[in-house]
């Protein structure tokens, strides 16, 4: 659990880093970062790709479901 969290607000730093921003402070970074978790676990599954293991892997996967959620909070903000 607590393994769960240290990756959660680090995929959701590394999020924030790599769209540009400022990120959305720890507690939104570490929500951010969880749910980026079950959605890059969620798209890996769907397109039927392995994703990476270990503590690396699950952070990978954290991060690009991460980015993809920034992205999408990024398109809500605009309209």
């Known amino acids: 659990m607590i393994g769960t969290i240290i990756i959660g607000i680090l995929a959701g730093w590394l999020a924030g880093k790599l769209m540009r921003g400022a990120g959305y402070g ?3 970074d570490l929500i951010l970062g969880l749910i980026g978790g079950v959605v890059g676990g969620w798209i890996f599954a769907q397109l039927r790709v392995a994703g990476p293991e270990g503590i690396i892997g699950s952070l ?3 991060t690009i479901g991460a980015v993809i959620l920034v992205w999408i909070t990024h398109q ?3 309209v």
């Open 60 to 62: 990978l996967v954290a």
């Open 76 to 78: 809500l903000r605009r």
């Open 26 to 28: 720890l507690i939104g």
